[in-house]
């Protein structure tokens, strides 16, 4: 199956730092990947979604010039943190769409924690 | 207002029974309804995908119902394992709601020995 795989599996930052996240997807090409936060016991909420070769689209509320998103590749999306804060700290999820129903399939997650 | 709502919100059984969890949705038109499984700390897992003419659709011991008109699914678990301890998350796709992917808050299920 379509495999799906995220770097670093979790990272401990101080405040005030960057974090970059890659998004890879491993035997398929994805022209569309998207990225999530998930809180405790919350479901997952889509942050942006991110086009091969455009910029992402952002949803409401979410600061596109702090959580920046390169699209570089068909098989590598990443994000940014940059000046991460306490409140950033969240498991940070991404997926990448494929096939007949535009399936989107789940990376393992990014858990961050900003001191 | 499109939503996608889980019951129970958690469930605890013993290991070896069945369990059903349920999925009521209002998206309207949709694209297709799937079930994910999450467990701590990873991704969620693709169980099932069903697009709105199809009832019914089994991956193993996970066996999923859809009913369109009125705008219901189920997730059967059948002779539940340790390892079926996780978060069920139902999903319907609804492009044309703006939104590709609509998520229920999940249902979390633990399986005691």
């Known amino acids: 199956g379509a495999v799906v795989s995220q770097h670093p599996s979790w990272v401990i930052c101080k405040s005030g730092t960057s974090v970059k996240i890659e998004c890879r997807s491993l035997?398929?090409?994805?022209?569309?990947m998207f990225w999530y936060r998930q809180f405790p016991k919350q479901s997952l909420m889509l942050m942006a979604t991110?086009?091969?070769?455009?910029?992402?689209?952002?949803e409401q509320g979410v600061e596109k010039d702090k959580f920046l998103i390169n699209h570089a590749s068909l098989t590598l999306s990443t994000l940014t943190v940059t000046s991460a804060h306490p409140e950033d700290s969240s498991f940070y999820i991404c997926?990448?769409?494929?096939?007949?129903?535009?399936?989107?399939?789940f990376g393992p997650g990014t858990r961050l924690t900003v001191l | 207002k499109n939503q996608v709502e889980q019951s129970p919100q958690s469930l605890i059984i013993l290991e070896g029974k069945n369990c059903t969890l349920q999925?009521?949705?209002?998206?309207?038109?949709?694209?297709?309804l799937r079930w994910y499984k999450q467990d701590t700390g990873r991704g969620p897992v693709s169980l099932t995908i069903?697009?709105?003419?199809?009832n019914t659709k089994s991956n193993g011991r996970y066996t999923a119902t859809l009913d369109a008109d009125t705008k219901q699914s189920s997730l059967h678990i059948t002779a539940s394992q340790l390892s079926d301890s996780a978060s069920y998350i139902c999903?319907?796709?609804?492009?044309?709601?703006?939104?590709?992917?609509?998520f229920g808050k999940g249902t979390t299920l633990s399986v005691s020995s």
């Open positions: 991110s086009n091969e070769g455009s910029k992402a689209t952002y």
């Open positions: 035997d398929f090409q994805a022209t569309t």
């Open positions: 999925c009521n949705y209002t998206v309207s038109p949709f694209s297709n």
């Open positions: 999903v319907v796709s609804a492009p044309q709601a703006g939104t590709a992917l609509i």
């Open positions: 069903m697009t709105f003419s199809e």
């Open positions: 997926s990448a769409e494929t096939g007949y129903y535009n399936e989107q399939f």
